[in-house]
């Protein structure tokens, strides 16, 4: 999944991508609301955690447009404004959840975990295929009973193909929805992690190659 972070606060909005990204997302981050609203104008995040108080574009018509848009995006307002008729006040512009600084990590990974869920179709936390057995929110994966030791990004790329059930997932639609706007796609990126990943699914081969078109399980 994919998230952006509009924060003001360059530490923070560091911290929060980093912490982030070690719980297997894909992060961007901006620090101001005209920065928010072009990213969002290129890119299909699935989250946008939001500070109300952004500079150029306040975070409120941030959360206005998109909704004004009718974006699949879902936010999460982050602030240090959390006296009832403030998040009431959040809440009503469009914001999903509203979550008041300072924060405890485990809580803002949780919440936007949920938030996601709400964005995507409906799918179950255990996937499973050929073997392969997926604990989504545990965040574990094992083949024929054997762990399997996934980076982040590999866990993401085989979520992905998982959910997938077979189907053909292009290059491109990995790139899209596992790496952060970075990510060069002239690098060979999705290449390296699928061949990785397929090293540490071991034999039999489990991820087939669809000349060009992509990979499927």
Known sequence: MRV??????????????????????????????????????LYAYDVLVLDRDLPRVHGDDVARRLVAGASRTRI??????????DRVEGLDL????????????????????????????????????DGLRMDTVRRTAVRDGRDLDLSPKEFSVLQILLEADGAVVSAEELLERAWDAHADP???????????????????????????????L
Do not use: N, W
């Open 4 to 41: 952006l972070v509009a924060e003001d606060e360059r530490v923070l909005a560091g911290f929060v991508a980093t912490g982030l990204r070690r719980a297997g997302f894909a992060v961007d981050t901006v620090h101001d609301g005209e920065d928010a609203l072009e990213r969002l104008g």
């Open 76 to 85: 999460l307002m982050l602030t240090a404004a959390t006296a009832v008729e």
């Open 94 to 129: 469009g914001a999903d959840d509203y979550l008041g600084k300072p924060f405890e990590f485990p809580e803002l990974v949780s919440r936007v975990r949920a938030l996601r869920r709400r964005s995507a179709p409906p799918l179950p936390p255990l996937l499973e295929r």
């Open 186 to 216: 002239f690098t060979g990126a999705v290449r390296v992690c699928v061949s990785k990943l397929r090293a540490k699914l071991g034999e039999p081969g489990a991820i087939r190659t669809v000349q060009g078109v992509g990979y499927a």
